[in-house]
């Protein structure tokens, strides 16, 4: 111990606090230093006061009541009505926030269709062979359900995406080149139930997804196209050589209890009994034909409409798709600027606007 | 250390001491009065923590005693015959009235120090070591505790006029 170290002990000496080892070094400094003795006998008239146990009891009282231990003051702050009351106010306010802002939040999250602007491309590659996605293509496609792709660059409500939508007349009427003689049309599996979107003017023969891996170039029309499964719609498309397509938006209506259509959800499914329109809004005038697939594999008529660029149709105009059992209704939508007396032909792959399939379960 | 040595020491020690309070002869005395103390009634004590706090309890007492002897010798304070006071034959009031009086100035005092001393001094008086109060206060190593006490000290003696005692001369 040093000098300076050992000064600080003499607090000790008159209350009695110095261990063995504390006291030995104190006294030996002292025999050797005389301020240090000096000092340390003019302790000794406060160790004589303190050596008196009542003396010692009295000064003690004198220095008040003994500090708490920190986390004993800390228990006995917490506890106070105060405290309690606005602990318990925070909690209450956590609570009463956490119920109002989760339904706000389910809220917010819309059933919206997406308005995806892309840009018709030409049909100068379209292989066979890339018309069909591939399985894991087309779950990736199934993924992107309709609002669920942060990627895509605009949300619209769904009845707002309907009623503004841009028609695509531009890209459907534009000439297309000659294109490769289809194979045997393999029809792709189409989206099942309640889809909503549809299909314009899209060239058949390019997959949704080359479409959108495609770089955004200056398109005098960009085509809006609505719902995640809109690529899978037109699946199955072939240009048509003498039937010129044209764009159209479409969504499925289910008959509610009070008789009237009503647009459904993305992702509905349709019960045994449910009857189900197709509402269509075409991006220029000329015939809707909606087509049924039979279980022959043959295709009929459902309904046929002349149609007016930007006005709503419904098809079939009376009555509803309807089945008792469950089952998958196979549907063709096509719409052509000239009225089309094969209605057989219209089934064919190029003459396919939309490809919807309705399933009751 | 040897007790021999550790005498000659403390007569050392105690000679200085007592001059700075009594006459520089009567400070040779008293110390040799002492150590005769030391040698005939504690001869059996002679280890070092012992020895020390003794000859200073002795120390004062006989410079207290030498005090008191020379004020009623008149050596300070010329008084006539009527008034001398008689000896009591109680138990040294003399004594007892300085305690007190100490008590109470300390009592004022140590009211006046701060939390931390007021701590500290409370664990001292309740019996506690360094090294308990040490950990009952926190403190990151013992030598904290020291300097904590040592200012507590400094701080207590400025509160009592600089001197435990009231008469210090």
């Known amino acids: ?361 | 250390m040897e007790r021999e040595r550790i005498l000659l020491k403390l007569r050392e020690r105690i000679v200085a001491f007592a001059a700075s309070h009594v006459q520089g002869d009567i400070a040779e005395d008293l110390a040799q009065e002492v150590l005769i103390l030391l040698h005939e009634k504690y001869h059996h004590v002679d280890r070092l923590e012992e020895l020390v706090p003794l000859a200073l309890q002795i120390a004062r007492f006989k410079i207290m005693s030498l005090r008191r002897k020379s004020q009623r010798h008149g050596e300070y304070t010329q008084v006539s015959v009527a008034d001398i006071q008689l000896p009591d034959p109680q138990a040294d009031p003399a004594t007892l009235v300085e305690r007190k009086l100490m008590l109470e100035r300390l009592t004022q005092s140590v009211a006046q120090l701060g939390e931390r001393c007021r701590e500290l001094l409370r664990l001292k008086l309740q019996g506690r070591n360094f090294g308990e109060i040490q950990k009952r206060m926190g403190a990151q190593s013992i030598n904290t505790v020291y300097t904590w006490d040592h200012r507590c000290r400094q701080q207590l003696i400025e509160l009592m006029g600089g001197s435990w005692e009231t008469d210090k001369k």
């Open chain 1, 1 to 361: 111990m040093s000098r300076d170290e050992i000064q600080k002990l003499l607090g000790g000496y008159a209350t009695d606090t110095l261990s063995e080892a504390e006291r030995r070094a104190l006294f030996a400094a002292a025999l050797e230093d005389q301020d240090l003795f000096d000092a340390l006998a003019e302790e000794q008239a406060l160790r004589d006061v303190l050596l008196d146990p009542a003396a010692r009891q009295q000064v003690i009282e004198a220095l008040g009541p003994a500090r708490e231990p920190f986390a004993a003051r800390l228990w006995r702050g917490l506890r106070q009505p105060a405290v309690l009351a606005m602990a318990g106010g925070l909690a209450v306010l956590l609570i009463v926030a956490g119920i109002v802002l989760r339904p706000a939040r389910h809220a917010a999250r819309p059933e919206a269709m997406v308005a995806d602007a892309i840009t018709p491309t030409p049909p100068t590659v379209a292989p066979p062979a890339a018309i069909p996605p591939s399985a894991a293509l087309r779950k990736k496609m199934e993924s992107r359900v309709v609002g669920r792709n942060p990627k895509l660059p605009a949300r619209l409500p769904a009845d707002r995406a309907l009623a503004t939508a841009q028609p695509a007349a531009e890209s459907a009427a534009s000439p297309v080149p000659e294109p490769v003689p289809p194979p045997a049309a393999p029809v792709p599996p189409p989206l099942s139930g309640g889809v909503i979107g549809g299909v314009a003017g899209t060239p058949a023969g390019v997959s949704e997804a080359k479409e959108r891996m495609l770089p955004a170039t200056p398109a005098p029309a960009p085509v809006l196209r609505f719902g995640a499964a809109a690529g899978q719609a037109i699946a199955g498309g072939r240009f048509a050589k003498t039937v010129p397509k044209a764009a159209v938006q479409y969504s499925l209506l289910v008959k509610g209890a009070d008789g009237a259509y009503s647009p459904v959800p993305a992702g509905a499914v349709f019960h045994a009994g449910d009857a189900v329109r197709v509402q269509i809004n075409p991006g220029e005038g000329g015939y809707a034909y909606l087509l049924q697939r039979e279980g022959s594999g043959g295709w009929k008529l459902v309904a046929s409409q002349q149609v007016e660029k930007g006005q709503r149709y419904e098809l079939p105009p009376t009555g509803g798709l309807q089945s008792d059992v469950p089952a998958r209704l196979v549907l063709r939508l096509v719409l052509s600027r000239r009225e089309q007396a094969d209605v057989g032909a219209l089934a064919t792959a190029g003459q396919v606007t939309a490809a919807i399939t309705v399933e009751y379960r």
